[in-house]
């Protein structure tokens, strides 16, 4: 049998030819492993892990114009990658930032069209880049070797090797002086990491504040005007008809939460009315108004049959009677519509004396504000 020299400072045969005799853990202490170079322990585990190298293919020459040329490629790749990493921020948060009045509107034709699109652009960019930049990285810079291995049992001496095994393929990856690439994957990794994080700032930042779900544009001496833009007076409606209003503000007619059906109740209405608690003042005179969005599914109300009083929902047939403040009495709605305080002004004009008292809409977002 042969043997080897196993004192501290030796490789153990791992550079002589031919099989190894005995266990790793029988052969060698932990004292012994520590002092073999980090290169002979790689030799040395791949010997006893039974690795066969089959062919290897060197990288470029350090310091040769190919490196220097698949290193610029590797940093642009990554460079690029970065710049569409830190653009998503710039436009997922910049807008609040540098447009501070800026919010997304359905069917605009400014900022709001290209947000969500530039988000995706620019994140599926980023991916793209970082996943080309590896594959030139891999392919032109890395060395290449083929080789098959047996599974081999965990060991101290197992850990040991691997662990040198893992920090040689480091060190011949050439990261530690190809300083370009490692400056653009800093570059890179903090442009992606803050892409990543960034969408996560809304459930930092209270989405509630200033109670978006429960206000509308309706506020005290806000008129009430039609779908045209014209005021409302008093007496412009005849009893038991019912009208849709806007609030009197830019694009009023186009805040579906705002939308309020203004009705002008017939005398035996009037008299058998029954308003909610707390909003016996809320109409005036024969007239009522009450939020067009379904407290079931959020649908506009606004088909009226005023011979029973009754508002119906023609998504799931609610029905909702005016003459009990709106309360629902069929369908799935278990919420009466939202009633809107109107009074007029000096004009004469239809006017509201606040906003809703309570969240318009479906049930899941009703919170009282009162």
């Known amino acids: 049998m042969t043997t080897h020299d196993s004192r501290p400072g030796s490789t153990g045969g791992a550079d002589t030819p031919g099989p190894l005799h005995g266990g790793p853990d029988d052969d060698y202490t932990p004292e012994q492993l520590a002092t073999i170079s980090r290169e002979d322990l790689d030799r040395l585990g791949a010997r006893y892990d039974g690795v066969e190298i089959l062919h290897v293919e060197p990288g470029p020459e350090p310091g040769s114009a190919l490196e220097k040329r698949a290193v610029r490629q590797v940093g642009l ?130 989405p509630n504040e200033g109670d978006p779900l429960g206000t509308t544009e309706w506020a005290e001496g806000v008129r009430l005007v039609r779908d045209d833009g014209t005021p409302v007076r008093p007496g412009d409606q005849e009893p038991g008809s019912l009208e849709t209003v806007f609030p009197a503000v830019p694009e009023g007619n186009r805040l579906t939460d705002a939308a309020t059906m203004l009705i002008r109740l017939r005398p035996s209405q009037q008299e058998a009315a029954v308003p909610r608690n707390g909003q016996e003042d809320f109409g005036y005179g024969d007239y009522v108004a009450y939020s067009k969005i ?64 309570e969240a318009v809409g479906p049930t899941y977002w009703n919170r009282e504000r009162i």
């Open 77 to 206: 790749m990554f460079g690029l990658a970065g710049l569409c990493a830190f653009g998503f921020v710039v436009v997922y948060a910049g807008a609040g930032w540098f447009l501070p009045d800026w919010q997304w509107e359905l069917g605009s034709s400014s900022f709001s069209v290209l947000y969500t699109p530039l988000l995706g652009l620019l994140m599926g960019l980023a991916f793209t880049l970082v996943g080309v930049g590896l594959v030139l990285y891999t392919k032109k810079l890395l060395p290449h070797e083929t080789a098959v291995q047996d599974k081999h049992d965990g060991s101290h001496f197992d850990r040991v090797t691997t662990g040198a095994t893992l920090v040689g393929g480091l060190h011949n990856s050439g990261l530690a002086r190809r300083k370009l690439i490692t400056g653009t994957l800093a570059f890179m990794g903090g442009g992606l990491g803050l892409m990543l994080v960034a969408p996560l700032g809304g459930l930092i930042k209270d």
């Open 294 to 357: 379904c407290t079931h599914a959020g649908c506009p109300v606004s088909l009226y049959e005023q011979e029973t009083s009754r508002i119906l929902c023609p998504c799931h047939q609610s029905q909702f009677d005016v003459t009990q403040g709106a309360k629902p009495i069929f369908g799935p709605a278990t919420r009466s519509l939202p009633q809107l305080p109107i009074t007029v002004d000096d004009e004469g004009f239809f006017v509201a004396r606040g906003d809703y008292i």
